[in-house]
């Protein structure tokens, strides 16, 4: 495996009984990057973060992440990776700060430096004020922070997160993506679970959607956005006389007499409006107000797996 990949996976398969999960999967992921994988409930996406973090082993195909392969050389993987999981690994009984001493000692480091290393740790994830206090009186979002600090505290090159923001309101769900944002910058590659389709748009480098145990579709953000048809401009009009006459003008629009809009297909880019504009003007239409619509990823994951993403309440 090239030294520049941190995670590559082929032909990757999995069963439980009679049901396959995982049909031979395909994965490369470059380090430093964020790499976020899509799907539907009981898609596979918790079995293939089991896997890459030798929890489960595979039925078939082949894993290595940083070049250790994830059945025979479990350990050197283990050493240089960190699980944050869909549920908390924080202990509620111990404050913040035994919860990292804990962690410190199970990655045996030295007593001074644990010491150390835990109190930065807890500073840089905004935890010192809770530092001495129960972690069952933490929020949802402390817990969370506390619990990617103690994933943290043995330095790892590759941290798998799977749905580390499921049930967090809007600003912890923010401020973990800022942290991690910042460990990308510092060179640690992220495998990301999550089912929040804003997220994987605003972290990842490379998105993957995976139904029916397949890969069935891969790329950036905008790359998947544009395999989706469904971009267009919307026209707003002040009376139901001028929407009419804009309806005959763009044949081939969608109108709405209630909310006196007109939705013209295109393909959503700036080429679009002008042309929408240019025919609207040669027209004499008046257009009271104008938006430019483009594919999001829910329109892709509609698309791709005829289903729409189910995001926590």
């Known amino acids: 495996m090239e030294r520049e990949t941190a995670i590559a996976v082929a032909g990757l398969r ?107 740790l807890l500073e840089r994830l905004d935890l010192t004020d809770a530092a001495d206090r129960p972690a069952s009186t933490y929020s949802g979002g402390m817990r969370r922070r506390l619990d990617l600090a103690m994933t943290l505290v043995g330095r790892p090159q590759v941290i798998f997160l799977d749905e580390p923001t499921t049930g967090l309101d809007p600003r912890s769900r923010r401020a973990l993506w800022a942290i991690v944002r910042e460990l990308v910058a510092q060179g640690v590659t992220i495998f990301l679970t999550t089912q929040y389709l804003e997220e994987a748009d605003q972290l990842a480098d490379r998105i993957a959607v995976l139904d029916g145990g397949r890969i069935v579709a891969e790329g950036t953000a905008d790359e998947l956005k544009r395999r989706v048809p469904g971009g267009h401009v919307r026209l707003r009009f002040d009376d139901a006389g001028e929407l009419a006459r804009a309806a005959a003008v763009f044949g081939e629009a969608a109108a709405d007499p209630d909310a006196l809009v007109l939705d013209v297909p295109g393909g959503g880019d700036v080429t679009a409006l002008r042309t929408v504009l240019d025919r609207a003007d040669r027209a004499g239409l008046a257009v009271a107000d104008l938006t430019l619509h483009t594919p999001d990823l829910d329109d892709v994951f509609l698309a791709l797996t005829g289903r729409r993403q189910e995001v926590p309440a």
């Not at 976020?36 to 898609?43: C, K, M, Q, R, Y």
């Not at 596979?44 to 025979?72: E, F, M, N, Q």
């Not at 283990?78 to 111990?94: E, K, P």
């Open 14 to 120: 999995r069963s439980y009984g009679e049901q396959e999960v995982l049909a031979g999967i395909e994965l490369t992921v470059p380090r430093g990057t964020v790499f976020a994988l899509l799907g539907p409930n009981g898609a596979g996406k918790s079995t293939t973060v089991h896997i890459l973090s030798t929890l489960l082993r595979p039925d078939g195909g082949s894993a290595r992440v940083l070049g250790y392969d994830v059945v025979a050389e479990a350990g050197a993987v283990r050493a240089a990776i960190g699980v944050t999981g869909q549920v908390s690994a924080v202990d509620g009984l111990l404050t913040g700060t035994e919860n990292m001493r804990l962690m410190a000692d199970l990655h045996h480091v030295g007593r001074t430096d644990g010491v150390r290393r835990c109190a930065a």
